[in-house]
């Protein structure tokens, strides 16, 4: 094999795989793509041209192929039901397979393979995050009601563990029966399929699939919306329903269970994220929940729900740069809450987060507003 | 002679480097507690110069001055400071810990079958027995290392770990010939090549100076450049740099830029995000300057400054260089 | 080219506390993680490379556990063919000069005209066993390397120096090359290269299988013993410089050059 040649492992499947054929070459896709502001992805062309087996290794090699969130929007608004988004994915895995990607997705594959998650961390200090407090775990072949499948992200960023210390807290104060897993969890795969390394995406879902079978769970509650959709969408044989942790408070706060101990007086602005919205159609629950905190008054953007605006930190885009100067998208979003007079801008995802309050302090708007994770929320204004 | 300490001097390109002033730090006390005296083997062509300099540390110079020797050749090294060994049994054989030293002393040691520590950062005798401390896991944790009896002890020495001596009554410089007759054919030095510049990789960088967010704007980038210069780093930063245009991409430290291991790391106005911390962790030493000071940058600092960095670092620029020169 | 390129299973230690076990001469590894050593990793790539240009047959060799076998699967699935490892307890895993000795064990008796390994253990950092192993093969040897070319019978290596200068040596083959970090840019090992790799040839071997003497790579061998590990009084936390700015300026600074930093 040559230097820099990609190789197919396999016959070309693309026009099967992503039924080519029933493209009408509309253009909604490119249209409504919200990366298209920022980079130079035509991902209409990608489909048109992923027909022509001789020209996928060329595909392959487009800097731009890196630059899609897996937002959704395209498959969303195709009117013939196809996924133009997977046949980027496809692209991204005859790089992976060749083994000539960045090296930023290099070490957050391999650290899933080696260690479970994508950070680098080790497996064995994924619970660091719990030090401190009373919680319960999970046990194999035990019955519980509800096992809770802690983000990766979440696990290892001293940011973002505030969300599920906060859970835990609530949880305690409420006694509901739930379990964690422990430093046996493993990253869901999210990442690692939208990065394109579908083998270990494969090996992910065998894995936690026997895992998570383990315990005899009722329900599992993920608390990021991509382990959420993840499991829903690719995980066939799971034996427990799945469900994001907005659902399970849209009904604590719907049976009144939630023992207030405050106010928030914010004006709050809920932002969709793509994984919870666009992927698996919901919308309702997390607005309820922040509609129940008292004192919350709630905004709405206009690009909301099924138009919400991609804050371009799923996809991968966590490892991966995009080489455009323009404006990010969360940026955009930031100015827009701001524009609507919200003081919070609140999110129910771990990618979410760090991309809209990093867009939030770029702005310099920290003194006037902030970005916060409902979880974050609940930890202010519910007794623990 | 019992109790003698060999040090070999190094140099390039017609200069000695600072680590053979260094080992005159140790040597002489160390081979006074062994019973005997450190003696510097400076082996090279045209070298008196050098060997005066030496000598003026009050130690004796043995001088190998020759042709043969012009440039660094580690397998010629090994030749003659084996046949040295044989001659004078000298009961210490130390280097520096450097490009040097790792090329030619672990052979030796495989060759003359005598016991070698690397990167020594201290070491005593003390009843007849000679110890070392090194370190590993990257200075996180030390080491204590014995040797066994024998003939002779090889060991190299860190770089930086002590201060040259004054300069004292000077030593004697006595010439030696060579026991090497003959040019090696299969060893041979080409050339030395110089690092290129503007073409910086900051994952090779031994110190970076890295802005974040709180450069605020592009005009304030010189004062950066000026501190940069005088310690002679290379500049990186954040994403927030690299968004702003402040540094090109491949400047950009941490998860979806580059991981780097400088010596030493100097975050300014830098938050120290987890995605931002995951590229530097394995910096040796970490200052950081931030006027936030729950910014969980200063969780992984070595030295900290709550303040705002245009407040500090004019003045670090203009004391740096006055320290230097 | 038949390449041998040897290569080592250590933690990461870059984050991790580290903690020295009561026996005092092991420290507490059960919250580290482990991978392939850095500068290694860099030398695999290297002997892709070389194979890809010229052809040949490359054999991985390392001494280690069983769960290190997921790091040589790995350098198999980027393109090295066969790999032996070793694993016996009585190898004094402290000495360099030992390692080098027992690593020469692996590869003599095969064909061979390049070894190359990282310049450095991110763990011990002697910067000993590729060195040490030229001389018990009887090679040639060149440390730090930075770039090379392969030519006739020979190799040219760019060794990284002090201030990065690089010097350019010429060595006939065969030849050890120690490589340092930053020479290429390692390929990732996908999951189906690594499962395709199951296949390859891994021989698990002790010393007696190497035709080594284990009286001659013991503990009892080694010229050094490992007397101590400790770990070294270093604030932990951040010493915060405090005063006027001015103050604070000038405190650094003196820290920073009276501490050699700068």
Not at chain 1, 143 to 172: G, H, K
Not at chain 2, 31 to 51: F, H, N, P, T
Not at chain 3, 232 to 248: L, Q, R
Request: aromatic content about 6%; charged content about 25%.
């Amino acid at each position: 094999m040559m230097r820099g040649m990609i190789m197919i492992s396999e016959t070309n499947s693309f026009t099967e795989k992503f039924d080519l054929l029933g493209c009408i070459q509309c253009g909604r896709c490119t249209g409504g793509c919200p990366v298209t502001v920022r980079a130079d992805l035509n991902v209409r062309r990608f489909v048109y041209d992923a027909y022509n087996e001789e020209k996928l290794d060329e595909l392959a090699r487009l800097a731009e192929i890196w630059d899609c969130t897996t937002c959704n929007t395209c498959a969303v608004r195709c009117p013939k039901g196809l996924k133009p988004l997977e046949v980027l994915l496809a692209l991204r895995s005859m790089v992976v397979e060749s083994g000539k990607v960045e090296p930023t997705v290099r070490d957050a594959l391999q650290s899933v393979l080696l260690e479970g998650n994508p950070w680098e961390k080790p497996r064995a200090i994924r619970c660091d995050w719990m030090d401190g407090l009373d919680v319960k775990m999970a046990e194999p072949g035990v019955p519980v009601e509800n096992l809770f499948f802690v983000c990766c992200t979440i696990a290892y960023d001293p940011r973002l563990q505030i969300i599920a210390r906060n859970m835990v807290r609530i949880l305690n104060k409420l006694d509901l029966d739930y379990g964690f897993i422990g430093t046996d969890e493993t990253c869901c795969g999210s990442e690692v399929r939208t990065l394109g390394e579908e083998g270990l995406f494969e090996m992910l879902i065998e894995d936690n699939t026997e895992l998570l079978n383990s315990f005899e769970a009722k329900r599992i509650v993920a608390f990021s919306p991509h382990c959420f959709s993840v499991f829903n969408t690719y995980y066939p044989d799971l034996k427990s329903e799945v469900i994001h942790y907005t659902q399970l408070f849209d009904e604590l706060v719907g049976e009144n269970k939630i023992p207030w101990r405050g106010e928030l007086q914010k004006k709050v602005v809920y932002h969709d994220p793509c994984y919870l919205g666009k992927l698996s159609g919901v919308y309702d629950e997390p607005r309820s929940v922040l509609q129940k905190i008292p004192g919350v008054e709630l905004l709405e953007f206009d690009r909301c729900r099924e138009r919400s605006l991609c804050c371009e930190g799923s996809g991968g885009k966590m490892w991966v740069e995009s080489h455009s100067k323009k404006e990010r998208l969360a940026e955009t979003r930031i100015k827009d809450a701001r524009a609507l007079g919200a003081d919070i801008v609140a999110v129910s995802c771990p990618f979410c987060l760090l991309t809209l309050e990093d867009a939030l302090k770029g702005l310099g708007f920290e003194e006037e507003m902030r970005v916060a994770e409902i979880m974050e929320l609940l930890g202010e204004v519910v007794e623990e | 002679m019992m109790g003698n300490i060999l040090v070999l001097a190094e140099h390039r390109q017609g200069s000695l480097r600072e680590i053979t002033f260094e080992m005159l730090a140790i040597a002489p006390q160390l081979s006074s507690d062994m019973g005997g005296e450190a003696v510097v083997l400076l082996i090279g062509s045209g070298v008196d110069e050098m060997a005066v300099k030496i000598a003026s540390y009050g130690v004796k110079v043995l001088v190998i001055d020759d042709p043969l020797f012009e440039d660094f050749n580690g397998e010629k090294y090994q030749k003659v400071i084996s046949a040295v060994i044989d001659d004078l049994k000298p009961s210490v054989v130390m280097t520096g810990h450097t490009a040097q030293g790792v090329d030619f002393m672990p052979p030796l040691a495989v060759e003359k079958r005598l016991p070698l520590v690397m990167e020594a950062i201290a070491l005593e005798y003390t009843d007849g027995a000679l110890k070392a401390t090194r370190q590993l896991y990257s200075g996180k944790v030390n080491a204590i290392v014995a040797f066994k009896p024998a003939d002779t002890y090889l060991v190299t020495i860190r770089e930086g770990i002590a201060e040259a001596p004054e300069i004292t009554t000077a030593g004697p410089v006595e010439k030696i010939n060579t026991p090497l007759k003959e040019d090696l054919d299969y060893r041979k030095f080409v050339e030395y090549i110089e690092a290129e510049v503007g073409d910086v990789d900051i994952t090779q960088s031994d110190i970076l100076v890295a802005i974040g967010r709180g450069l605020k704007e592009d005009k304030n980038l010189p004062l950066i450049e000026e501190l940069a210069k005088a310690v002679k780093a290379d500049i990186a930063g954040s994403r927030a740099a690299t968004d702003a245009g402040w540094i090109s991409q491949d400047r950009q430290v941490g998860t979806s830029g580059k991981t780097v291991k400088p010596k030493l790391y100097i975050a300014m106005g830098i938050s120290g995000a987890f995605q931002h911390v995951a590229g530097m962790k394995g910096a040796k030493t970490v200052v950081a300057i931030n006027k936030d000071p729950e910014a969980p940058i200063f969780n992984v600092a070595d030295y900290a400054i709550v303040e705002d960095m245009f407040k500090v670092v004019p003045k670090l620029t203009e004391k740096l260089k006055e320290l230097k020169s | 080219m038949k390449t041998f390129v040897c290569i080592k299973y250590v933690p990461d230690t870059s984050e991790a506390e580290v903690k020295v076990n009561p026996d005092g001469v092991t420290v507490d590894s059960s919250r580290f993680s482990f991978d392939i050593n850095d500068a290694d990793n860099y030398a695999v790539e290297e002997s892709v490379l070389i194979k890809e240009a010229r052809g040949g047959d490359i054999t991985v060799a390392s001494i280690g556990p069983k769960q290190s076998d997921v790091m040589i699967r790995m350098a198999m699935a980027k393109g090295c063919d066969q790999a032996i490892r070793v694993e016996d307890d009585r190898i004094a895993g402290h000495d360099p000069l030992i390692v080098a000795r027992v690593l020469a064990g692996a590869i003599k008796g095969h064909e061979c005209d390049l070894v190359l390994t990282g310049c450095m253990a991110g763990d011990d950092g002697h910067m000993a066993t590729g060195a040490a192993l030229a001389e018990e093969l009887g090679f040639n040897h060149a440390t730090m390397v930075k770039k090379l070319e392969i030519l006739d019978g020979k190799v040219k290596a760019y060794r990284e120096l002090e201030g990065g200068l690089m010097e350019v040596v010429e060595l006939a083959l065969p030849a050890v090359l120690t490589i340092q970090t930053g020479i290429n840019e390692p390929r990732y090992a996908p999951i189906r290269g690594i499962r395709e790799a199951q296949k390859k040839e891994l021989k698990v071997v002790n010393l007696e299988d190497l035709g080594l003497d284990p009286n001659d790579v013991d503990a009892e061998a080694s010229g050094v013993i490992l007397e101590q590990l400790y770990i070294p009084e270093i604030e932990s936390a951040a010493e915060f410089i405090e005063g006027e700015p001015d103050e604070k300026a000038e405190k650094l600074a003196s820290i920073l050059v009276k501490g050699g930093l700068v």
